[in-house]
């Protein structure tokens, strides 16, 4: 079975200041990594996996998430946060058996001006 | 392209009353999962299905919970009696099912259920 951590329930930060939000996983098996978005009053949507290849993998508005097999990580950071980023954010990992996911606790942005 | 569709939004119950919660999913979406957020934590799979056949419901409190994806398409999930602690976020969602453990999966808005 597979478990994910999410190390923060909640970060405040400023606008424009770098954010990150920490990622563990636990498995015996590979593994594919997400990064789920929920922003208020809203579905959960996709911001960015890893599947194979370049560890580094990156979304459109700015977010990149790097996977660190040795570590179990799989980080997510913005280096310049905006009010709009201002949401629920969720880690999860699927594996090649099937495309069930297996979701962390979710870590809470508040962006502040 | 129409996403995720879910209703009811919202509802409030009574304890041991029964509920039911429809989805329909993306056009031509072959799986579709119903998930249950509880209130701070992430969501937790209750069943899923692949077209209209269950891969996995190991998750599902079938003493209380089912739920039926006829033809492949729509689906409804129902609780029958509630308890206190169904209180939760119920999220359906859906993908192609065919690419395995590696697909984007598509959510819809949730319906948020209250049990008094």
């Known amino acids: 079975a597979q478990s994910v951590t999410q190390l923060d329930s909640q970060v405040p930060v400023f606008e424009e200041a770098p954010v990150e939000l920490r990622c563990n996983y636990s498995?015996?098996?590979?593994?594919?990594l997400f990064w789920y978005v929920q922003y208020p009053n809203q579905g959960l949507q996709l911001l960015l996996k890893y599947l194979s290849g370049s560890t580094l993998v990156e979304s459109i508005n700015g977010f990149e998430a790097e996977f660190n097999k040795s570590q179990t990580s799989f980080h997510l950071r913005k280096p310049s946060v905006h009010i709009s980023d201002t949401a629920e954010y969720f880690c999860a990992v699927s594996t090649a058996a099937g495309n069930k996911l297996t979701f962390g606790g979710g870590t809470r942005v508040l962006v502040k001006p | 392209e129409a996403g995720v569709a879910q209703s009811p939004r919202y509802k409030i119950i009574e304890k041991r009353q029964s509920v039911a919660f429809w989805c329909n999913p993306i056009?031509?979406?072959?799986?579709l999962y119903w998930y249950q957020q509880i209130l701070g934590q992430g969501p937790k799979l209750l069943i899923q299905?692949?077209?209209?056949?269950?891969?996995?419901d190991s998750q599902l409190p079938k003493d209380r919970f089912s739920a039926e994806r006829l033809k492949g398409v729509d689906s409804t999930l129902k609780i029958q009696p509630a308890k206190l602690e169904d209180s939760a976020v119920y999220l359906c969602a859906s993908s192609t099912g065919t690419s395995g453990g590696q697909e984007t999966q598509y959510f819809g808005p949730g319906t948020r259920l209250l049990v008094l």
């Open positions: 299905f692949q077209n209209n056949g269950v891969v996995d």
């Open positions: 498995s015996s098996v590979s593994v594919y």
């Open positions: 056009s031509g979406h072959a799986t």
